[in-house]
C-alpha cells in the first residue's frame, strides 16, 4: 500500500562524487541529475558563478530612485543580425557568456580558459571564435583577461559590488562615458563607431551563394534524371 500525498517523502538531490557546488570549474564540468524545474535549480545554486571568479549579486531587474539605470540592454538588431551571420554554434554562444559576464560599464573580466571550462570546449576552440567576434568590432581587449563589449550591441550599466564584510556598493557607468573613452582611444574605426551593415551585406552574399548552390544541384538532379529518361 503507498504511502499518502502528505507522508511520501521526496527524495534529496544527490551530486556525483566529488561535486563541488562552490567550486565554479567542478559545478561547470560535471554531469548533474536531469532538469525538471529551473526555480527549483536555481533556488540549490543561488551564488552559481558565471564568470569564474566571483560570486555574483541576485538579478535586481528594476531600478529604483537611489539605484538608476540598474539594469543590463542588449540590441535587438544586434541579436537578430548576429543569428543570421553566424553559421557555427560557438560564435553565438561565446556572445552570449560575454553579454552574461559583464559588469558595470561592460568589461568582462573571463580569460579564454575561463571561456572555455564554462562552455566546455577546448581552450583551442576559443580562441578563432573570439578573434571572429573581435574582428566585426563586437568585442574589444582591455587587457590580459578583461574584455569589454561594444556599449551599442550590449552594455551593463550598473552593479552591486561585493566588498569588505560582505557589504555591496552600488557602481554605475553611464553608456555615454563608456562609448567617449572609447571613441578617445587609438582603436580601429568599426570598434569606435561600430556598424552591423558589413554583417548584413555578408549575409546577403551567403544567402546567394547558398541560392547558387541549390540552383546548381537542382540543374544536375534534373539533368541526371532526363537521361535516365532516355535510356
Known amino acids: 500500500m503507498s504511502d499518502s500525498p502528505s507522508r511520501r517523502r521526496v527524495p534529496k538531490p544527490t551530486h556525483p562524487p566529488g561535486f563541488d557546488p562552490d567550486n565554479p570549474l567542478t559545478a561547470f564540468g560535471s554531469h548533474l541529475r536531469g532538469i525538471k524545474d529551473l526555480d527549483d535549480l536555481a533556488r540549490q545554486y543561488p551564488d552559481r558563478d558565471i564568470n569564474v571568479g566571483r560570486k555574483r549579486q541576485r538579478l535586481e531587474f528594476y531600478s529604483s530612485p537611489e539605484r538608476p539605470n540598474a539594469f543590463a540592454m542588449a540590441s535587438l538588431e544586434f541579436l537578430l543580425v548576429i543569428a543570421q551571420y553566424y553559421r557555427e554554434a560557438l560564435p553565438l554562444r561565446l556572445i552570449l557568456l ?120 537542382r540543374e544536375r538532379f534534373d539533368s541526371q534524371l532526363r537521361k535516365e529518361l532516355e535510356q
Open 98 to 217: 560575454l553579454i552574461a559576464g559583464q559588469r558595470a560599464g561592460g568589461q568582462i573580466p573571463l580569460t579564454q580558459d575561463d571561456m572555455a571550462a564554462i562552455l566546455d570546449v577546448p581552450r583551442q576552440k576559443v580562441n578563432p571564435a573570439l578573434q571572429d567576434v573581435m574582428e566585426h568590432g563586437i568585442v574589444l581587449k582591455r587587457r590580459p583577461g578583461v574584455y569589454q563589449f561594444n556599449p551599442p550591441y550590449s552594455y551593463v550599466a550598473a552593479e552591486l559590488v561585493r566588498g569588505v564584510e560582505d557589504r555591496t556598493e552600488y557602481v554605475q557607468v553611464d553608456q555615454q562615458d563608456a562609448l567617449q573613452e572609447l571613441r578617445a582611444g587609438s582603436l580601429p574605426e568599426l570598434v569606435r563607431y561600430p556598424s552591423l551593415q558589413h554583417m548584413r551585406e555578408a549575409i546577403e552574399e551567403l544567402r546567394k551563394e547558398r541560392a547558387a548552390t541549390r540552383r546548381e544541384r
